[in-house]
């Protein structure tokens, strides 16, 4: 099975702030790495899919980059309905979900 | 417009069997490469995926909870059916179901329902 693993746990940002969230898998996955944004009581959103490609509606102020096994979610101009969190996912063998990365307000 | 819907039981007991219904609209599961997942989130707890069945039958689960899974689908209907086996209070979460891909992502999620396992 792969493993995924998510830091920080949690982080407390400001609106207007660059936030970066790291995602780990436990072997290689190539770019099978989707990210997710999930608000309290509601279904989990898709943000990015394949490492770096933005899902269609989802504002460009989020980005992904990385392979292999590390990765990266950037939130570059952080605004209020961002207080989220955020899960990655591999797809490269069947389904893994990381652990999740709670952002909330400072 | 795609659409997914969850329906089944808000309280199961202890030992019973779930079975849980995932309505969609929008899209044919008999569409090359697409699939239609299960995923859980007890509450206040991560995301965890449970099983998939693809537009040809071919069907994956969750490696840690295989030997309780069943999923099959009527594609007539739209719909997919899971069951759960032996349902115990640590299941209690809610199930979402969503559209899948062949090594892609969930795109479409349904809004979920919330299972209770207690006596």
């Known amino acids: 099975d792969i493993q995924m693993t998510q830091s920080p746990s949690s982080l407390s940002a400001s609106v207007g702030d660059r936030v970066t969230i790291t995602c780990r898998a436990s072997?290689?996955?190539?770019?099978?790495l989707n990210w997710y944004q999930q608000k309290p009581g509601k279904a989990p959103k898709l943000l990015i899919y394949a490492a770096s490609s933005l899902q269609s509606g989802v504002p460009s102020r989020f980005s992904g980059s990385g392979s292999g096994t590390d990765f990266t979610l950037t939130i570059s101009s952080l605004q209020p309905e961002d207080f989220a969190t955020y899960y990655c996912q591999q797809s490269y063998s069947t389904f893994t979900f990381g652990p999740g990365t709670k952002v909330d307000i400072k | 417009q795609i659409t997914l819907k969850e329906s089944g039981p808000t309280l199961v007991k202890p030992t019973q069997t779930l079975t849980l219904t995932c309505t969609f609209s929008?899209?044919?599961?008999?569409?090359?490469?697409?699939?239609v997942g299960w995923i859980r989130q007890p509450p206040g707890k991560a995301l965890e995926w449970l099983a998939l069945?693809?537009?040809?039958?071919?069907?994956r689960y969750s490696p840690s909870l295989k030997s309780r899974l069943t999923i099959t689908k009527d594609t007539s209907k739209n719909q997919v059916v899971l069951t759960m086996t032996n349902m115990d209070p640590v299941d209690t979460a809610t199930y979402y179901c969503?559209?899948?891909?062949?090594?892609?992502?969930?795109?479409?999620w349904g809004q979920g329902t919330l299972v209770t396992v207690s006596s």
């Open positions: 072997q290689s996955i190539s770019s099978y």
């Open positions: 969503a559209r899948g891909w062949l090594r892609l992502p969930f795109d479409y």
């Open positions: 929008g899209f044919s599961l008999s569409t090359s490469g697409v699939g």
């Open positions: 069945i693809y537009w040809d039958d071919d069907k």
